[in-house]
């Protein structure tokens, strides 16, 4: 009996060893996917915003 064959990583994938301890997880992303970690912190911030513009013009004559 031969032993089990083992899943051949693809050409770019890299061994997760070498993978920062940021790209493993989020653990603020319990709150949602725009929570991110205040780095050095336990606290948990959510990125986001909206921006508006307006403008208009008055001629009397």
Do not use: Q
Request: net charge positive.
């Amino acid at each position: 009996m031969s032993p089990p064959a083992t899943p051949k990583a693809s050409a770019g994938s890299k061994p997760a060893a070498s993978r920062p301890a940021a790209v493993t997880g989020n653990p603020c992303g319990a709150y949602g996917a725009s929570f991110v970690r205040v780095e050095g912190t336990d606290t948990c911030v959510k990125v986001g915003g909206a921006l508006s513009v307006e403008m208009g013009t008055s001629a009397r004559r």
